[in-house]
């Protein structure tokens, strides 16, 4: 199993960009979180199989690529999964 880190820059905050994400992880066997951050970022932990996570990114930036400027990503694997389902989390303080 594989951890999906990115970091969105852009016009990401109050424009619907998390709940569209949350939406299009409907779709896909991943669990996780995206959530907003202090410093206008908005951040998303994703887990699943790795091809499972590099098709939700394609998708997310389908959908939401009018709003992203720039994204940092780090992958990583994880022993046991954090999530059991995916959903908009708590703003992050930086």
């Not at 991943?30 to 998708?59: C, I, K, M, P, Y």
């Not at 959908?63 to 059991?84: N, P």
Request: charged share 25%; hydrophobic share 40%; glycine share 8%.
């Amino acid at each position: 199993m594989q951890r999906l880190s990115v970091r969105f820059e852009g016009r990401v905050q109050g424009v619907g960009f998390r709940a569209t994400v949350a939406d299009v992880a409907r779709s896909f066997e991943v669990t996780g979180r995206v959530s907003n951050v202090s410093d206008g970022t908005v951040d998303l932990q994703a887990e699943g199989e790795a091809a499972e996570l590099v098709s939700f990114q394609q998708a997310i930036r389908q959908r939401l690529d009018r709003q992203i400027v720039g994204c940092h990503e780090r992958w990583s694997e994880v022993a046991h999964a954090q999530w059991s389902d995916f959903r908009v989390g708590s703003d992050l303080l930086q």
